[in-house]
């Protein structure tokens, strides 16, 4: 079966960093361009940042200088490594798998809270 899990989630302070993984399973990893979304308390899901199948890399405007994502192949892991975390960046972050191509796949991770206070 296919899943995608996230970890690396909690509180940190604002200014801090965290990274977030998110191992997949049950998909053959290079096919899918990976992304990671979040949604705070009554507001829509934005993408933050996704990677394709060769590195390519795009990112939320309010994010990039200080977000990266990144994956590694051969394990089944994309990353997002935050940096300069601010208050606003507080949300659910979930990890995203799909295919660009038909037959079109669409997975998604359980979700992990972040929480940037003081």
């Known amino acids: 079966q296919v899943q995608l899990v996230e970890s690396g989630g909690g509180l940190v302070q604002p200014g801090g960093s965290l990274r977030l993984s998110c191992t997949a399973s049950g998909i053959i990893f290079s096919f899918y361009v990976m992304g990671w979304y979040r949604q705070a308390p009554g507001k829509q899901r934005e993408l933050v940042a996704n990677?394709?199948?060769?590195?390519?890399?795009n990112y939320l405007d309010s994010v990039k200088g200080r977000f990266t994502i990144s994956r590694d192949n051969a394990k089944n892991i994309v990353y997002l490594q935050m940096n300069n975390l601010r208050p606003d960046d507080t949300a659910v972050y979930y990890c995203?798998?799909?295919?660009?191509?038909?037959?079109?796949?669409?997975?998604w991770g359980q979700g992990t809270q972040v929480t940037v206070s003081s």
């Open positions: 995203n798998g799909k295919t660009a191509a038909i037959p079109r796949n669409d997975y």
């Open positions: 990677i394709g199948n060769v590195g390519s890399t």
